[in-house]
């Protein structure tokens, strides 16, 4: 079975990238799974244990890293996050393309560790934009939309390292466009390392 991809998604908070991400994943159930993260965060009113992540105490989540549980993990804002990596290793071998929604310092480590992941960042059509948003979200103090608002300052100096960058203006066409991007990037020659390798041992019959 031809093993899943690896594919990246971050932006900025308040972008809408875990609602465009919730959308492409139930749209496309048999190409896509997402993975749960662990947090040290408190919970949102409406998130649930293990579906939105794995809320962890600090204690709890550096026990993880000591025993190597995680693919790779961040501090944001104050908290620590990071990705169990049994389910990703797990559902690429079981052909499933795996969905990491994580900022960009994660998504660096995932890069520097496997060279065909596909990273693609959403933005939002403007800062201003971002900000109605996150205030219209409603799930942060005035403090922690500020901390979140500079911190994307800081983020969007990284853009450039990623594959793909999408503009997350219409819902409806951005999970389109995200979809027809990761199908194409299974074709690019950087996710098709083997097949051109079998292909080059192949042809070393006919001198
Ligand atoms: P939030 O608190 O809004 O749920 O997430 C804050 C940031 O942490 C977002 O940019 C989100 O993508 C990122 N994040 C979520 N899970 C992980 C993870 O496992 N690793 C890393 N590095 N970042 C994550």
Redesign the pocket.
């Known amino acids: 079975m031809k093993k899943g991809q690896l594919i990246v998604i971050?932006g900025f908070?308040g972008t809408g990238?875990g609602t465009l991400v919730k959308l492409l994943t139930s749209r496309y159930e048999k190409d896509y799974i997402l993975s749960v993260?662990?947090?040290t965060?408190q919970p949102r009113s409406g998130e649930r244990e293990g579906i939105e992540y794995f809320f962890k105490t600090v204690d709890e989540f550096e026990e993880m890293i000591r025993n190597d549980e995680l693919l790779?993990?961040?501090k944001?804002v104050d908290?620590y996050?990071?990705?169990p990596a049994s389910f990703v290793k797990e559902w690429r071998e079981a052909g499933r393309n795996v969905i990491?929604?994580?900022?960009i310092?994660?998504a660096l480590k995932i890069k520097e560790k496997y060279e065909d992941t596909v990273l693609i960042f959403v933005v939002p059509p403007s800062a201003e934009e971002l900000k109605a948003r996150l205030i219209k979200r409603g799930t942060e103090t005035e403090e922690v939309i500020d901390k979140r608002l500079k911190r994307a300052g800081e983020e969007s100096e990284g853009i450039e390292k990623y594959d793909y960058v999408l503009v997350n203006d219409d819902l409806e066409t951005c999970v389109e466009e995200l979809h027809q991007v990761i199908c194409a990037s299974a074709h690019s020659t950087k996710t098709q390392g083997e097949l051109i390798e079998r292909l080059r041992q192949e042809l070393k019959v006919f001198g």
């Open positions: 971050s908070a990238k993260s662990a947090t965060r790779e993990y961040a944001f908290n996050y990071g990705t990491l929604e994580i900022e310092q994660g």
